[in-house]
């Protein structure tokens, strides 16, 4: 009823947009599917487990082909299938305080221990297959315009208009410099897509290994949503549909937050630095006001109500 009569959700979806579907389906069932086998699976696993799981790798290929940004939710994944010693129970060695420089071996060797047991593997094998096999169909079938419109330009997309993003006034300033043969930023041998696009990746992965180590074991939905939206809020891209990505991972969290009525306050700042936002955009795009510094600060205040 959340998702069906979400006023955000239904005017996304009047633009067209499939960003309502797909956090819906494949990623949520990819994630039962995960937790239904960690939750279930005997030691050794049966054949029925690993079929949920193959499921499970399935779905998450689906949705990294339909939208390629649930690749960030991978690793906590195979963290959570490495850790898992059946019946809901997990290993928690990989939360063990590094003391020393030697312990910083042991751990690395236990990473890969963990994300190299057949559960892992097997998760990862059909989530390959999958994922290459719907890529080379649409590949197959529509060539370069593909590979072009449906993976490379998300690596060059860069919008100066209709973003929330932090990088937007550097974006809408690095446009202006390009466009007026003025020195640019960054370097000539740089593309303005790439160099934000550095600039962004670092934060983003180090959240994503943070967030899936310290929670994917035992509280693997919390993790992948704060995995994307920690993703989504450092994006150089970060449009209104994109609150489809985290919004149904929020739900799930819940049960792993203090309190019933948490969401309550994070959930009034988020909506206020929304129209905040908005109202902020529409004086810059529809009225003509010079408000480009004050739609800057908008986007930091949208910003820290995410956070």
């Known amino acids: 009823m959340f998702w069906l009569y979400n006023p955000i959700v239904i005017n996304i979806s009047t633009?067209?947009?499939?960003?309502?579907?797909?956090?819906?389906?494949?990623?949520?069932?990819?994630?039962?599917?995960?937790?239904?086998?960690?939750?279930?699976?005997?030691?050794?696993?049966?054949?029925?487990?690993?079929?949920?799981?193959?499921l499970a790798g399935f779905f998450h290929g689906l949705s990294v082909h339909g939208k390629i940004y649930p690749v960030i939710y991978s690793l906590s994944y195979a963290l959570h299938l490495g850790c898992s010693t059946g019946r809901g129970q997990y290993s928690r060695s990989l939360l063990r305080p590094l003391k020393s420089p030697s312990d910083l071996l042991k751990y690395l060797l236990n990473l890969m221990t963990t994300v190299l047991r057949p559960p892992v593997l097997v998760?990862?094998?059909?989530?390959?297959?999958?994922?290459?096999?719907?890529?080379?169909?649409?590949?197959?079938?529509?060539?370069?315009?593909?590979?072009?419109?449906?993976?490379?330009?998300?690596?060059s997309r860069l919008d100066h208009r209709h973003n929330?993003?932090?990088?937007?006034y550097y974006i809408y300033l690095s446009r202006y410099v390009a466009e007026s043969g003025l020195p640019s930023f960054s370097p000539p041998s740089i593309p303005l897509?790439?160099?934000?696009?550095?600039?962004?990746?670092?934060?983003?992965?180090?959240?994503?290994?943070?967030?899936?180590?310290?929670?994917?074991?035992?509280?693997?939905?919390?993790?992948?949503f704060l995995t994307t939206l920690s993703f989504v809020c450092l994006n150089k891209v970060y449009t209104a549909q994109y609150?489809?990505?985290?919004?149904?991972?929020?739900?799930?969290?819940?049960?792993?937050?203090?309190?019933?009525?948490?969401?309550?306050?994070?959930?009034?700042?988020f909506l206020l630095s929304v129209v905040a936002w908005l109202l902020t955009a529409g004086g810059l795009e529809h009225l003509g006001y010079a408000w480009h510094l004050q739609l800057h600060f908008m986007g930091l205040l949208?910003?820290?109500?995410?956070?």
Request: net charge positive.
């Open 15 to 54: 633009r067209g947009s499939s960003d309502s579907l797909l956090p819906l389906l494949p990623v949520l069932f990819a994630l039962l599917g995960v937790l239904s086998y960690t939750s279930s699976s005997l030691q050794p696993p049966t054949l029925s487990n690993y079929a949920v799981l193959l």
């Open 193 to 224: 897509s790439t160099s934000v696009s550095l600039l962004t990746f670092l934060p983003q992965s180090i959240i994503a290994f943070l967030c899936s180590i310290k929670l994917s074991p035992g509280r693997l939905p919390l993790s992948l």
């Open 164 to 168: 929330y993003s932090i990088h937007w």
């Open 243 to 269: 609150f489809l990505w985290y919004l149904p991972l929020a739900l799930l969290s819940s049960p792993y937050l203090k309190g019933g009525t948490w969401i309550v306050r994070p959930l009034a700042f």
């Open 302 to 307: 949208h910003m820290a109500a995410n956070v």
């Open 123 to 155: 998760f990862v094998l059909s989530s390959l297959i999958s994922f290459s096999a719907l890529t080379y169909i649409s590949y197959a079938m529509e060539g370069e315009a593909y590979l072009t419109h449906g993976i490379l330009y998300h690596s």
